[in-house]
């Protein structure tokens, strides 16, 4: 495929301390950017040069001429299967809460009414515009969180969906530690103040008791194989999470209406999304040991593994990753 040079068109506007600025018919609102980025992986000027160069349909070549697990990460077109099936209608709004590089805004601006997103990276939330800048009905936030938590405030918004892009422990980095279990907890309730009577909030999270784990994977941001298993450390920013530990978590937020999807082979690249109401047969599990990110350990056969664990129906124990939908009590 040839190579489609595309200019940014990039327009600012300033007015008593507001910087807004337009690339294509995105606005990307700097007002209260802090300055600082954090979470960047390193690869953020590459993939600034790729969304800027290319047209979407040309990032799995890309990807594939590259073989660089950050291209994979941020663009590959097999993360939006996480989000793509949610009933999010032309008549929603949706919050993208850590938006990144704007692996899922472009789907969730597709089937809703419009799209807020909150970045805290300023390098992040300029790939995320290039890469939409095409897309009308989005709204870029590249705010310190805090800030952009009482801005929702003052105006009063809520929201049909609110998305944590990065995960429930991604997410909840931005949120003041406030002691072991007590951030998420904390984190959740404030995002309910934004969420419409009948609204929905979606995030991921990686199972500490994932089969994988206990067959050789290290957990995401850990130091070492079968920390998570063994129970993180206080303090630590790496966080994955059981099944009671989430319902613990949400319930405390008042978000005691749940429901449990389980994306595989896990939360990063989900190829298949099963539900309590659809789990996996016998047999269907067999794309296991894909791991881009680093090496891994094949402790055991995972997917005859898998298939003792359906016969016992233990699969919602042991998947690898959740999609939690919450719903605030009575809702």
């Not at 070549?61 to 993360?79: F, P």
């Not at 951030?183 to 419409?196: H, I, M, P, S, V």
Request: proline fraction near 3%; charge should be negative; include cysteine.
């Amino acid at each position: 495929m040839m190579q489609v040079k595309r200019q940014v068109k990039s327009s600012v506007e300033r007015d008593a301390g507001v910087m807004v600025r337009y690339v294509g018919k995105v606005l990307l609102d700097d007002t209260f950017y802090p300055g600082w980025d954090l979470g960047m992986d390193g690869a953020e000027d590459e993939i600034l040069e790729v969304v800027s160069s290319y047209p979407e349909e040309a990032y799995a070549r890309v990807i594939g001429e590259r073989k660089k697990w950050e291209l994979l990460y941020h663009l590959s077109h097999v993360r939006q299967n996480l989000v793509e099936w949610l009933p999010i209608t032309k008549e929603q709004g949706v919050l993208e809460i850590g938006a990144g590089c704007g692996v899922f805004t472009g789907v969730l601006a597709e089937k809703a009414k419009s799209v807020r997103c909150i970045e805290t990276s300023g390098k992040r939330s300029l790939i995320n515009a290039t890469r939409h800048q095409k897309r009308e009905k989005i709204e870029i936030w590249n705010w310190e969180f805090q800030k952009a938590v009482e801005k929702l405030g003052e105006l009063n918004e809520q929201y049909d969906w609110i998305v944590l892009t990065e995960g429930l422990a991604g997410a909840s980095a931005c949120w003041e530690d406030m002691g072991e279990g007590t951030r998420y907890t904390a984190f959740l309730r404030q995002l309910g103040r934004f969420l419409k009577k009948d609204g929905r909030l979606v995030f991921a999270a990686d199972n500490r008791l994932g089969l994988k784990y206990f067959a050789g994977c290290a957990p995401e941001g850990g130091t070492r194989y079968f920390e998570g298993i063994e129970g993180w450390t206080k303090g630590q920013d790496a966080r994955s999470f059981s099944r009671p530990e989430l319902e613990k978590i949400c319930r405390a937020a008042g978000l005691e209406d749940m429901e449990f999807y389980y994306p595989y082979p896990d939360r990063v690249l989900p190829m298949s999304v099963y539900s309590d109401a659809y789990l996996p047969k016998a047999g269907e599990l067999r794309d296991n040991r894909k791991n881009f990110d680093r090496e891994r350990y094949i402790l055991f056969d995972e997917a005859r593994a898998f298939d003792r664990i359906l016969e016992d129906g233990l699969f919602p124990v042991f998947a690898n990753a959740f999609l939690v939908i919450a719903r605030q009590a009575g809702q």
